[in-house]
């Protein structure tokens, strides 16, 4: 039961509170070792008209395959995170920036 609640079900992504808790831990992180990382949001364009036209299977199938190809560009460090809707916030850790 404690899963569902950090869970969103549709996607199997953590929610906004599970989102919070990983970029409180980045950011401390950042200040304790001065390691960057970075925080990305995305939204999809027409996902409601999409959604309204094709159903809301549809639209389910369509977010599980989002969320298939963005974590398959990500690490598994990184998270990846639905803020509800169409909306989605991955967080990056540990990264290598060029001087």
Sequence with gaps: MKRDKVIISI???PNRR???D?????????Q????PFALFMMDL????AANDR???????ELLKQVVTRITLCLRDSDMVARLGGDEFV????NLKIPR
């Design 54 to 60: 094709f159903g809301h299977t549809m639209g389910d």
């Design 90 to 93: 991955m967080v990056l850790e």
């Design 11 to 13: 996607t199997g992504l």
């Design 32 to 35: 304790r070792t001065n390691t």
């Design 22 to 30: 990983r970029l409180s831990y980045s950011i401390a992180l950042n």
């Design 45 to 48: 364009d027409k996902f409601k």
């Design 18 to 20: 599970k989102l919070l």
